[in-house]
């Protein structure tokens, strides 16, 4: 039996609700969008009041994407999420500035994984690297076999994106043994509102998962 436990985030929480049907079902981290413009956009100072509601033992992570330090900062102040999670094009410099408790994310391709691990890798403030497989959140899932030989004995914790749903998590875990899965679209009736029963039943097949 794997002694291996997979952390599970469920991102795009738009309403209290919502973020305690994750937190029901054994959720370790719920996610809030800050990017202004994209379907599951929350304010700060509503998920802040989300956040203050949670029960113990629960982390907050704050996507965004593309911020100047300064107004990663701003945002910071408004919602001190347990992590922030950096989701665009953002350099090296910025990333450091931004940490620590950072989750650095991109995009799989073939071409540039290993030099993405490669540099995040060597970046402290760095907690752990987020794959997905788009850009922008768009619930997109890529050949997970292809990404297994990257990060076997890789030194920061990874977390699997995209496409994950109830019915094909148990494959991402069987395949890759991550430290995460962040899910968001896989557990939503439509873009912003998750579904209890969803959620539920991914929760335990990354259980189940776990303990083959």
Known sequence: MSSHRTRVKVCGITSYDDAMYAVDAGA?????IFVAGTPRFIEPEQAA?????????????????????????????????????????????VVRQCGPGVIKAFKYEDATINSQLTRWGKVEEVDALLIDGSDGGEGR????SNLRSHIENYAKPIIIAGGIDPENVT????????YGVDVSTGVEDEPGKKNAE??????????????A
């Open 28 to 32: 370790d981290a719920i996610g809030f």
């Open 49 to 93: 009041g989300i956040m203050f509601s949670l029960p113990p033992f629960v982390s907050t992570v704050g996507v965004v994407r593309d911020l100047d330090v300064d107004a990663f900062c701003d945002l910071e102040q408004m919602c001190p999420a347990h992590s922030m999670q950096l989701h665009g094009k953002e350099p090296v410099d």
């Open 141 to 144: 899932a890529f050949d997970w």
């Open 171 to 178: 494959r991402v875990i069987e395949t890759l043994r991550p």
């Open 198 to 211: 969803k959620i539920a039943k991914l929760c335990a097949a990354v259980r189940a998962a776990d303990g």
